[in-house]
């Protein structure tokens, strides 16, 4: 074991020569090349805390702000397909009820048809009795008429026949009891 730690000496004690020699060699300064890399630490810092920290959060920021922008955009996606399933429900319900209505018109539109179908021919059978009541009233009206003239004509000709005047008050008389004659065959 010493040996190889002799050997590692021996060869940092040879590293360190040609470092020296390199150092030498080129001029370079190691204290000045401690502060400039300090200096680099310190700038790597700065620029980390004030150009490369705000960036990170930046896109963290954007990043989560795509997230919740796909995240509702999902969610719309699915009241979307919600509201156009309760759209469709709604339509559905509404055809049924326009076929509700629709339905109950056309029945009450048969039963106002009936009633008014059925008013309408009790006014004709109204007018129908009126007309035969009319014309009874007129029949009969005919009759007493007919029999009055007839009463007169036999009056006239009974009078032609016995040749003689008679006054009207014995006209009237002879043509009342004709009159109840005739009345009494029908």
Same mark, same amino acid.
């Given at each position: ?19 020296? +020699?390199?150092?030498?060699?080129? %001029? ?6 401690? $502060? ?11 620029? =980390?805390?004030?150009?490369? !920290?705000?960036?990170?959060?930046? #896109?963290?920021? @954007?990043?989560?702000?795509? /997230? +919740? %922008?796909?995240? =509702? &955009? *999902? ?29 109950? /018109?056309?029945?009450?539109? !048969? ?10 021919? &009790?006014?004709? *059978?109204?007018?129908?009795?009126? %007309?035969? *009541? ?9 009759? &007493? *008429?007919? @029999?009055?003239?007839?009463? @007169?004509? $036999?009056?006239?000709?009974? #009078? ?8 009207? #008050?014995?006209?009237? #008389?002879? &043509?009342?009891? /004709? ?8």
């Amino acid at each position: 074991m010493l040996d190889n730690f002799s050997i590692f000496a021996s060869a940092a004690a040879e590293q360190s020569g040609m470092v020296s +020699d390199l150092v030498n060699t080129f %001029g370079i300064n190691l204290k000045m090349m401690l $502060v400039q890399a300090i200096n680099f630490g310190l700038l790597m810092v700065v620029i =980390y805390k004030f150009a490369v !920290k705000p960036v990170n959060e930046k #896109a963290e920021e @954007r990043r989560q702000q795509i /997230a +919740d %922008g796909l995240k =509702y &955009a *999902e969610e719309m996606k699915q009241k979307l397909t919600e509201a156009e399933k309760q759209q469709a429900e709604v339509l559905r319900e509404a055809s049924l009820q326009a076929q509700e209505l629709l339905q109950d /018109a056309r029945i009450q539109a !048969k039963e106002l048809l009936e009633r008014e179908t059925q008013a309408a021919t &009790a006014k004709v *059978e109204t007018m129908f009795e009126k %007309g035969r *009541e009319a014309t009874e009233m007129e029949r009969q009206k005919i009759l &007493a *008429e007919t @029999r009055s003239e007839i009463a @007169r004509l $036999v009056v006239m000709t009974s #009078a032609k026949v016995l040749q003689s005047e008679l006054s009207d #008050a014995q006209k009237d #008389a002879f &043509a009342k009891a /004709a009159g109840k004659e005739l009345s009494s065959v029908n």
